[in-house]
């Protein structure tokens, strides 16, 4: 039970709610219409592999 408010107190940083709100923007653009889904693949990609990476490092 312990384990479970530590991971999602850690799903509450800032960082995570930047990630999935930039994500949800891009797929909501990319759903309309508005932006080419090459370009949505490319920016959801570069955020995803930026806080992915500084997840690992703060472990390492």
Same mark, same amino acid.
């Given at each position: 039970? *312990?384990?479970?408010?530590k =991971?999602?107190? =850690?799903?509450?940083? #800032?960082?995570? @709610?930047? !990630?999935?709100a930039?994500?949800? #923007? $891009? +797929?909501v653009?990319?759903?309309?219409?508005? @932006? *080419? +889904?090459? =370009?949505?693949?490319?920016?959801?990609t570069? #955020?995803? +592999? $930026?806080?992915?990476? !500084?997840?690992? *490092?703060?472990?390492?």
């Open positions: 039970m *312990e384990t479970l408010k =991971n999602l107190a =850690n799903l509450v940083k #800032v960082k995570t @709610i930047v !990630t999935m930039v994500i949800a #923007v $891009f +797929s653009l990319a759903l309309r219409g508005d @932006i *080419e +889904s090459d =370009n949505v693949m490319l920016i959801v570069a #955020v995803i +592999s $930026f806080y992915f990476g !500084t997840q690992h *490092e703060k472990k390492a």
